[in-house]
């Protein structure tokens, strides 16, 4: 079964993953349904001028479109990582586990058996503590505030706590790996810090950025390299609108992938600073209970919060795996040949909510309607979705000519020829060297 279809139905509201025109969770405003069949008939047959000219209020919501971004210029950094990314989401019991726990450390007093209330008296608690968050410096320890790059409240904790949670979550990411093309031997928390971050009004952001890479804790050998990444799992947002509006979501951007013959791989000829990377938004940290994980070093922010009333309340760690360090066409060829593992991911290899339309809104148009639609209770409906396994492999192919120069397939083309004339000319030097004599 797939690990990655599954998204807890419950998590979004119907209308928030459906066109509010025609109800279909994909909707695009060329096609809807409702739209193109509203004309002009004369004044017998067709509302007033008076409701003519609101109509393209109704217009502006249908279609189920997420607002687009623009692609970033690629830097010689940008080519130091492996471009992949994990998502994922906690049900009731464990969400439950990894809340006792901060508010074990956090709260005088609880009631552990509702996480509502812990997250509200967590969030108080950021709150009253007041601490602007730092921004650090990639090449020094010196840290500072400035409202215009990150302003956001942040409560740090140390060992203690990272130690309680990894029990819980190194499981959980090493799990959500397996629907990645990376494969990781060994998932480990980065044991001194985490943050409790709180995004709290209209503006609050953290502007494009890369975390600074801290000394692994674990040991580096022959056959492994050993790479960091960031964690966000959002703990509470007041968000209603989270799939048509970006507010709060976290972009993390990557260079595209281009080669055609399918591999996870990015190649480029000429001037790099003609490549764009790809802008790819994550509404997983809005959404209580999910969790996403990116290379520390590729750019991302948390795009700043749109409405008042808005919160975004997040759990940030950094984490480390342990990676097979060679390139072996077995393992690539194993993850290639199961698409099981993540029927959904795009042609850029990616769930977010750009890259896949499927995992979130077919999950939740199903849950909501049998809802709605029936008198049976939520455990009811979540029994029954749970044996709706969805076995079709649904990818959505991603249009990356606007991160791309125009004349990468020619520039291309020459370099393939190139090494075509270099391979034969070595051809004949081995030849007359007389090398084949000697063997
Ligand atoms: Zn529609
Ligand atoms: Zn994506």
Not at 312 to 319: Q, R, S, T, V
Not at 371 to 398: A, F, G
Request: net charge negative; charged share 25%; hydrophobic share 30%.
């Amino acid at each position: 079964m797939s690990s990655l279809t599954e998204f807890g139905g419950s998590k979004l509201r119907l209308e928030e993953v459906t066109c509010l025109t025609c109800g279909d969770p994909f909707c695009t405003r060329q096609k809807c349904q409702n739209i193109s069949t509203v004309h002009y008939l004369g004044p017998e047959n067709s509302p007033t001028y008076a409701e003519i000219v609101k109509l393209p209020q109704d217009i502006k919501m249908g279609g189920v479109n997420i607002p687009g971004l623009k692609g970033l210029k690629m830097t010689q950094p940008d080519l130091n990582y492996k471009p992949v990314s994990i998502v994922g989401g906690f049900d009731e019991g464990e969400f439950r586990n990894v809340l006792k726990i901060l508010s074990d450390k956090y709260l005088p007093d609880y009631n552990p058996n509702d996480k509502g209330d812990m997250v509200m008296r967590l969030k108080h608690f950021v709150s009253e503590r007041n601490r602007t968050s730092v921004i650090g410096s990639l090449n020094s320890s010196v840290q500072s505030v400035d409202l215009d790059i990150r302003d956001s409240l942040s409560v740090d904790f140390n060992f203690e706590v990272v130690e309680k949670l990894s029990g819980i979550l190194e499981k959980k990411i090493m799990n959500a790996f397996k629907s990645t093309t990376v494969s990781p031997r060994e998932v480990k928390l980065h044991p001194d810090h985490g943050s409790l971050i709180l995004y709290d009004k209209k503006g609050s952001k953290f502007k494009i950025h890369r975390d600074k890479v801290l000394e692994c804790p674990l040991e580096e050998t022959m056959w492994t390299k050993n790479r960091m990444f960031s964690f966000i799992l959002c703990l509470g947002s007041g968000m209603e609108n989270r799939i048509k509006s970006n507010s709060g979501n976290t972009v993390v951007y990557f260079p595209p992938v281009n080669d055609e013959t399918g591999a996870n791989f990015f190649e480029y000829y000429g001037d790099l600073g003609k490549y764009k990377l790809v802008p790819h938004i994550f509404n997983e940290t809005v959404i209580p209970g999910e969790f996403i994980g990116f290379p520390s070093t590729a750019k991302h922010q948390s795009l700043p919060l749109e409405e008042d009333g808005e919160y975004k309340f997040i759990l940030k760690l950094d984490f480390w795996i342990k990676d097979s360090d060679v390139y072996t066409y077995m393992n690539y060829h194993d993850q290639r040949s199961n698409p099981a593992n993540n029927l959904t991911m795009s042609s850029q290899y990616c769930n977010c909510k750009v890259c896949d339309p499927y995992r979130q809104r077919l999950s939740v148009f199903k849950y909501q309607t049998l809802l709605r639609n029936t008198t049976l209770s939520e455990d009811l409906v979540k029994l029954i979705l749970s044996y709706d396994v969805i076995s079709k492999r649904m990818c959505n192919q991603i249009d990356i000519s606007k991160y791309m120069p125009d004349n990468h397939y020619s520039l291309k083309q020459e370099e393939v020829e190139r090494q075509e004339f270099e391979d034969d000319w070595d051809m004949d030097d081995r030849y007359c060297n007389g090398w084949e004599d000697e063997w």
